[in-house]
Each structure stands twice: as C-alpha cells, then as structure tokens.
C-alpha cells in the first residue's frame, strides 16, 4: 500500500459544463499505456478557493500545483512530474491563497473535547511562558504591539480594556467572554466554540493574569447546547490540568471559570446589559460611561471581550504582537473570520487578512455567485451594519473602510445579494429583528424603531408616499443620536444605507408602485392573458382563497380583491398565462 | 500543585497521528447527519478490526459539503471527503483505509494558509 503516487484532478473554471470527465478519461488511458494503473491513482477533485484557471491538478507526492493543463501535455506531466519528480515551472501555481487562519488555526483539525490535541497543537504553552516569564505590563505591552482590536463589532482596542482594567481600582476584578452571538445569519463564535474551546479558555486567564482579574465567566446563549457541552468538558479538563484554579503551573497567579447561560434575548450581548443579566437583573443596558472596564459586574472593574478576540491572544502570545500586526491593515491587524452566506457559490465559514477586497472574498474564495445572476449588493454587520453595492466590491474590508460606506465590520456576517433581492425587503428584515429586539428602555428606539418600521411597511405595500423619505431620515438620525445603547443607535443603518445606495429603487415603490425584484408581494398583481389561456382550470382549482373566478365555458379572470398574492397560480400555469406585475 | 508536562503529551499525541479518521462535528456538520456517520464509521471500523483513530472535530468552513471526513493513512495523502453519506462512508473503509485507493468522487480540496504551521 505504501509509496502510492495520486493526481487530484479539477476543472475549476465557473462557467459551462465541467471538462474534468474528458480530460480525466485522456489522462487514464495515458497512465494506462504506460501501465501504472495501480500505483498512480487519478481523484477527480472540487478545490474551493480557486476558480477560473482551467484544469488544475495537484500531485501527491510533494503537493506541487498545475493550472490551466491542456491535455496535450499529460505526456510530459506523467514523464516528468510523477515519475522523475521534476516541476514544470510554466504550469505551475504559486498563488498564496486569499484565506488565512488564525483564529480558526485548530478547528477542523484538532478534536474540540481533548485538551491533549489542543496541547500538541502548541496549546497553552504561551501561557506556560507568560506565567513563568512576563508580567502582567509585559503582556499588555505585547497586545499594545499586536494592534488587536475588539470583534465583537466596536473594533475597541483590546489592549487598553484590558489597560484600564489593570489599573482600576476593586474589590475584585472580573473578565467575561461575550459569547451571545445574536446577528442573523452569523455562526463565526459558535464554531469557535465547538471547535477549539481551549484557545478561548487560556485567552481568558491571559486576560485575567494581564488585570488581575481572577474569576472569569463565558456568557453563552442558551440556543448553543453543543458550545456549551464542549466548554464545559474544556474547563473541566484544564482545572484536572491544574490550568485553571489556584496557583496555575506554579506560578502563585489563580484563576477560576464559569459559565452563564444567556436566554437569547440580543439586547443582552450589549455589554451593560450581559453584566445585569449575569447579576440576576433584568438584561437591559444602561447609560455609559462609567464603563465595565472600570465599573462591570457587581460594580467591579470587568473586561468585556468577544470570542474570537479571545481566540486570537494565544497566537499573538506565541507568535509575537508584532508578528500579528504584520498581518492584516495598519488600523485593522490580523484577520476577520466571516459567515460567508446568501447568493454565493461556496457558503461557509471563512477567514481572511483584514484588507481583503469584498471582491476577493466573493469571488475568490466564495466562488462567484451560485445563481449566475449580477451581484447586487453584500451586505456586513447583520442588523447593525449596511449594505454595499456592487460598484464599491473593491473596498478593502477593514474597519475604517466599512465604516466610511456606512456599513461596519459587525461580528462577521457577510451576505451576498443579487438582482432578486429587494432592498427594502432586505431593510425592513433587519429592522423588524431590532424592532422585535428592542428592550424598550427608551423611546427613541422603542417609538422611533417601531415608526420606522410601519414606514417601511407603507413602501412595501405599495402605500407608500415622498414625504415618507424625509420622515425616514428624521426618525433615524434621532434613534442614532439619542438611543440609550447600541441596539437603538444602529437599527437605522440597514435602512440608511439601502436608501443611500439604492434611492431608486424605493422611489420605484412609492411613485410607480412597483418591485423590481418581485420582492414585496403587496406591489405585484396577477392576471390571466385571454390569449394564452387554455382553461385547463388548474388555477382555478389551486388557489387557496378563490381569488380565480370564472368557469371553463366563460374562462377564468382574478380577483384582486380577494387575490393574496401567494403566486400558486403562476406556478402551476403551464401555458405561461399566468402574468405579474 | 498539578502540572502538565507539555512535552511528554506533545510525544504521546504524536504517536497516535499516524492514522486517523476525522468527523466534523459541530453544529452545521451534525445538522447535516455528521452524528450518524461518526457512529456508522466507529461501527464498522471495529467490525473490521482497524487499528485507526476514529476522532470528531471541529467546522472547516465548508458548510456546503457536510458532513465531512478527512482521512490520513500512512503513505498516502490526506483526504478530505464531502457529502459523506452511509455508502461513502463504508467505502472509504473498504476503498480507502483498507483498499489504499482513494474514491473516485466526493474528494474536495480547502485552500487555507496557516501560519503557525
Ligand atoms: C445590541 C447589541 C448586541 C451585541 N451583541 C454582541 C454579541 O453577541 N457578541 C459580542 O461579542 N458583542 C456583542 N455586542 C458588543 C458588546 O457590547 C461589546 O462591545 C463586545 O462584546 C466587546 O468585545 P470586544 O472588544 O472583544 O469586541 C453587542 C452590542 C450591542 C449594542
Ligand atoms: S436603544 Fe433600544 S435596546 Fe437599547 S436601551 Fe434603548 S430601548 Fe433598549
């Protein structure tokens, strides 16, 4: 069985029917001919994360990489590759790939439920360092120089969290991992978590040992019952390992962990709001400042950080801050993990140098889009972000960046649209889920969210009037101005930046009453063409409210009255006589 | 006081990577039925006397092709198969752990960087 040699074989171009069967089938009968069926293997292969360079092979041993193979050279390739082992430079592929993982270093590679994988893997041993060789200024120090800031949403540099919290004065100090993830759409800390729950664990006695903090609780929606196992089983192990409890390693530094559940409510990933939930109290925010860097949980100096924050301390420790902030942008070090979802190729979870070009990211490691229609927008950070137009696919995806488009980073959800998307349907989505989500502690978000939301309905529903674009701008600048926390100074940002970019498309609504992408239900009308119509009576026969009235003599008409615009009737046309508009 | 000797697991770890079997089993591999083959795998492996890890792990981002396997057997390469189902799951025993020969379909190919490595 041993020394076997093995071609992995893909047509990676995008567009039209694959030639991996033909150029397969050329490249057996050559191997044939020469008979070395049984020791060189040919795998017909999907690589993802390149796209558009022809046939691609990839040979086993030595990992070297072909692009844009005709068949005219599988000769050469068999001669001289696999058996002589020599490259051929010209067919070669060098390109470095547009992912990069950092923080996702060990999922998928390391089984999450054993400390020793995470051990072997160089888990913990920065830790090790830390605690027998720096101080706790040393290691802020080190952060200082990695440039990490916060990815959670606020891009908050975490060294000066950490900083203030060192230096605050307390009974005791506590650290908190916010682990609530409530955006639609974004899995980025779940899979973190049930991926490699360690890293996160010895990012947290880091933070605790850099400020003095000694007990540290991971805040984990209740929805995440496999997150929460794998953390549990992860804690208890490191506390048997003596790397957590008293006096870790010997070194005379303590640290204890817990977990608390949240119950789902996304008001509670706000930081304010989490401390009173962890207190028994009631999850609503309260005004900053006094921040709970400086005044958190039980009114003690508390560090408040996200998951893949967390994550990326034990790399940055073992690595160096300055290794950590070679990556990435000059503002933005490091990288980003995204839920890459909606109309591309490849979904999934994926990582990438902050810097990225949305383009890169769609098209380079996403694939393009799955439906071969035009991309019309991306839209970044879930309720609190905005949308994107094609147009602006170039922009470097860092903090700054997004922001002066009027998106943000956001925890990471990344949704690719296209022309069959409706922008106001997209904003009316996320501001119903802020609606949904407001605790409704201050008015400009529990009044306001909710008057902007009945604006959006009026557009939607063909209702809608001029004046509403003026009242929509009113209403979000005072939510975004006088809201008590995130939620409610954010929830305009979808609407906001829809509007912005796509002005048109909600004049179409109102003046024309008219969607173009078919979207809003409450604009489209359907009809039966007299001359297509063959009264086969199937329409009339399926529609769930008998809005299609008539008789085969007579023929059939709609209603629209009584018509609910499901669509079922132009479904089940098969003479295409069914029209909407 | 409790100390791990990092050195001494990181040898023992490594013992025990020469052949393994791997699941992803976090939330979106174990929706797709990641659980199911991870049984069927461990199943079927001590049916046939194997002397192979069978370990889960975590999400390699390809939501699109779970559940995935990846397989290392000594002298040949890692592979990582996609849209693993009970079938494909008994043929990589028999194909691939015992057979040494790789299937002819279902095999993808994640292009990442790792710079720790
Ligand atoms: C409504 C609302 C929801 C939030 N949800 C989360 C969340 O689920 N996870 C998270 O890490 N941060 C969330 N944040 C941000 C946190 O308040 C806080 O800024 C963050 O956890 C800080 O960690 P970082 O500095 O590591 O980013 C939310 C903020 C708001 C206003
Ligand atoms: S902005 Fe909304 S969620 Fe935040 S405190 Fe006010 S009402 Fe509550």
């Not at chain 1, 650290?175 to 980025?188: Q, R």
Request: hydrophobic residues 35%; glycine residues 12%; aromatic residues 8%.
């Amino acid at each position: 069985m041993s020394g076997i040699k093995a071609v992995f074989i893909a047509d990676t171009g995008v567009k039209g029917p694959s030639r991996t069967e033909d150029f397969y089938a050329a490249f057996l009968s050559r191997v044939r001919e020469r008979n070395l069926q049984d020791s060189v293997q040919l795998v017909r292969t999907e690589f993802s994360g390149i796209y558009d360079k022809g046939i691609f092979l990839r040979i086993w041993p030595g990992g070297v990489m072909y692009r844009d193979v005709p068949e005219s050279r599988i000769d050469e390739i068999i001669e001289r590759t696999i058996i002589s082992g020599e490259v051929i430079e010209e067919l070669r592929y060098t390109e470095k790939p547009k992912s990069l993982r950092v923080v996702l270093r060990n999922c998928g590679k390391i089984d999450p439920e054993c400390i020793e994988e995470y051990i072997a893997a160089g888990g913990y041993g920065a830790l090790n360092r830390i605690l027998k060789d720096m101080s706790p200024e040393e290691v802020i120090e080190e952060l200082k120089v990695s440039g990490l800031r916060g990815r959670g949403g606020g891009g908050f540099p975490t060294w000066m969290k950490w900083n203030f919290t060192r230096q605050a004065q307390g009974k005791e100090k506590f650290i908190i991992c916010n682990a609530d993830e409530g955006d639609p759409g974004a899995y980025m800390d779940r899979s973190i978590l049930e991926g490699d729950p360690h890293s996160v664990i010895e990012g947290m006695i880091t933070g605790g040992y850099a400020s003095g903090a000694q007990n540290g609780y991971l805040y984990i929606r209740a929805e995440y019952p496999i997150a929460i196992e794998r953390v549990r089983k992860a804690i208890n192990q490191a506390y048997e390992y003596g790397l957590l409890g008293d006096d870790i390693l010997g070194s005379g530094f303590s640290f204890h962990l817990g977990i608390r559940l949240g119950a789902g409510a996304f008001v509670c990933g706000e930081e304010t709001a989490l401390t009173a939930s962890i207190e028994g109290k009631r999850g609503t925010p309260r005004p900053r400042p006094p921040y709970p860097s400086l005044r958190g949980l039980w009114d003690e100096p508390t560090i408040i950080n996200n998951v893949e924050t967390l994550a990326n301390i034990p790399p940055i420790m073992e690595r160096g801050g300055k290794w950590f902030s070679e990556i990435g942008t000059e503002k933005s070090a490091g990288t980003k993990v995204f839920a890459l979802t909606g109309k591309v190729r490849r979904s999934g979870l994926i990582e990438v140098p902050m810097g990225t070009t949305l383009r890169e990211i769609v098209y380079e490691i996403g694939g393009g889009l799955e439906t071969g229609m035009e991309l019309k927008a991306v839209q970044t950070g879930g309720p609190s972000g905005g949308v994107i137009p094609a147009d602006h696919l170039d922009t470097p995806v860092d903090y700054e960046h997004l922001q002066d488009l009027g998106s943000i980073m956001g925890s990471g959800g990344m949704i690719v649209m296209d022309s069959s998307d409706c922008m106001i349907d997209v904003a009316r989505f996320y501001l119903r889920f802020c609606v949904d989500e407001s605790c409704g502690k201050c008015p400009p978000c529990r009044i306001g969210g909710y008057q902007l939301l009945m604006i959006l309905n009026h557009i939607a529903k063909g209702s809608g009037t001029p004046e509403h674009i003026e009242k929509i701008n009113e209403i979000s600048n005072i939510m975004a101005k006088a809201s008590l926390c995130g939620l409610g100074q954010t929830a305009p940002n979808p609407v906001f930046s829809t509007l912005k970019y796509f002005t048109e498309e909600y004049l179409e609504h109102i003046n024309d009453k008219k969607c173009r992408s078919g979207k809003c239900s409450g604009l489209l009308s359907y009809r039966i063409d007299p001359d297509k119509c063959t009264r086969c009576s199937i329409c009339f026969k399926k529609c769930p409210v008998n809005a299609v009235k008539g008789s085969r003599e007579e023929g059939f008409t709609i209603s629209s009255d009584e018509c609910i615009k499901c669509g079922e009737c132009f479904r089940v046309c098969r003479f295409d006589a069914v029209k909407v508009r | 006081m409790k100390k791990p000797d990092f050195e001494k697991i990181k040898e023992r770890q490594e013992k025990l990577s020469s052949g393994w079997v791997r699941v992803g089993m976090s939330t979106c591999g174990i929706a797709a039925g990641a659980d199911r083959i991870y049984g069927f795998l461990g199943e079927h492996l001590k049916k046939n006397r194997l002397d192979i890890n069978l370990r889960k792990c975590g999400c390699l981002g390809a939501c699109y092709a779970e559940p995935l396997v990846e397989v290392e057997v000594e002298g040949m390469p890692r592979v990582l198969y996609g849209n693993v189902n009970e079938e494909m799951a008994l043929r990589i025993i028999k194909e691939h752990i015992i057979g040494g020969r790789i299937l002819d379909s279902g095999v993808y190919h994640l292009r990442t960087s790792e710079p720790l490595k």
